[in-house]
């Protein structure tokens, strides 16, 4: 994702919940001569996010596509999957096959679950 990631932050200090969510660019593979769009086949993005508080158990996490720039002369098929959920992140995964021609993608992502406790006296 882009380094102007948008992260927001909300604890509910009278639940113990924790909401960190996310938003951004995840690949731009036009302008990085990337694979997404210069290449065919069986193809995937990986990108590590870090959570800015643990979580106590982990996190129900989920996945929306803000925006996708493909070309129409192909078939658009890809998968959005969370993977590697731990206390503290997760990898953000979009995968394409065949002759799909992804030229860049954003996604938005939240994570919600049980506080650390105190966490919210640390704000």
Known sequence: MSKDLIIQHTTS??????????????????????????????????????????????PHVTLGVSGMDSSKAQNLRFSLLAENISLEGFEIVMKTWSDTKIARASVNWS?????????????
């Open 13 to 58: 200090p009278l639940v113990g919940v924790q909401i960190i969510s996310g938003a951004g660019e995840l690949f731009n593979h036009v302008a990085e001569n990337g694979p997404m769009w210069y290449e065919e086949g069986d193809r995937e993005v990986r990108f590590k996010i870090v959570f800015s508080d643990s979580f106590q158990k982990q």
């Open 111 to 123: 994570a919600i679950g049980q506080a650390v406790p105190n966490s919210a006296t640390r704000r």
